[in-house]
């Protein structure tokens, strides 16, 4: 791995920190900051595909609805950061939910990035949760 590399998986490790981190304060704007206005999202619950910035901030107004206002967990647990030149790949795991009764669930995430000028924007998102037996 070059020092380029490390460096990318870096800079994408910061936005994938920044996202969670504003999901968990429920600021929307930062939810959105680091998105391409043609991202595309893969959802658990439906509808199962989100394209477009207007379509993923309604996701999330969905999402915050739901989403406990204090005692919250929304953190990743488990992340893998593949680079190659402008493009990045993360895959791995995610809590998310509430602290109460029903408490937080494993979330698969897998995000793709690309880099635009020196900022890297998520261009995909893939949310997916373990079948039941």
Not at 32 to 56: C, K, Q
Not at 66 to 75: A, D, I, L, R, W
Not at 84 to 100: F, H, I, N
């Amino acid at each position: 791995m070059t020092t380029r590399a490390n460096a990318a998986e870096t800079q994408v490790r910061k936005v994938l920190d920044a996202w969670t981190k504003a999901v968990r304060d429920r600021d929307i704007e930062r939810v959105l900051a680091h998105h391409s206005t043609d991202m595309v999202l893969f959802d658990v619950p439906p509808p199962d595909e989100w394209r477009g910035l207007a379509a993923y901030r309604k996701s999330w107004e969905l999402f915050f609805r739901q989403f406990p206002k204090t005692g919250g967990v929304f953190e990743i647990t488990a992340m893998e950061i593949v680079t190659s030149g402008d493009l990045a790949c993360g895959y791995g795991l995610l809590r998310c939910g509430g602290s109460g009764k029903d408490g937080a669930f494993a979330v698969r995430l897998t995000v793709c990035l690309q880099r635009v000028q020196a900022d890297w924007m998520i261009v995909h998102e893939h949310h997916s949760v373990p079948a039941a037996d």
